[in-house]
Nanobody, 129 residues
Framework: QVQLVESGGGLVQAGGSLRLSCTASGRTFSTYTMGWFRQAPGKEREFVAAITDTIGITNYADSVKGQFTISRDNAKNTVYLQMNSLKPEDTAVYYC??????????????????????WGQGTQVTVSS
């Protein structure tokens, strides 16, 4: 059974930073693409960032490019989301997810939530103005 556990969320003032972590168990972490999504109240879940398996190609939503950084440590089975210059509109529940993908275009497919087969429980990020 695959389990994903997020941590690192919390309350932060606008302009601040947070680093989210997601630790996986139950599968060979290094061979899977990992993604971060978020869902704000009253809105649909949206793609934030993704990183492919061992090569580590990244993909970001336009709304977070230059602001968020995704990375992974395969030795620790953990993917990170460094969030800087946070804004109130970044307030949401952040979810990590995992998908298996092969091929050159995995970083493109990684922006689609339906491609993922396992999800974490989410961690709340609240940015105050």
């Amino acid at each position: 059974q695959v389990q994903l556990v997020e941590s690192g969320g919390g309350l932060v003032q606008a302009g601040g930073s947070l680093r989210l972590s997601c630790t996986a168990s139950g599968r060979t972490f290094s061979t899977y693409t990992m993604g971060w999504f978020r869902q704000a109240p009253g809105k649909e879940r949206e793609f934030v960032a993704a990183i492919t398996d061992t090569i580590g190609i990244t993909n970001y939503a336009d709304s977070v490019k230059g602001q968020f950084t995704i990375s992974r440590d395969n030795a620790k089975n953990t993917v990170y989301l460094q969030m800087n210059s946070l804004k109130p509109e970044d307030t949401a529940v952040y979810y990590c997810a995992t998908m298996y993908c092969s091929g050159w275009d995995c970083y493109v497919k990684a922006s689609s939530s339906i491609k993922y087969d396992y999800w974490g429980q989410g961690t709340q990020v609240t940015v105050s103005s």
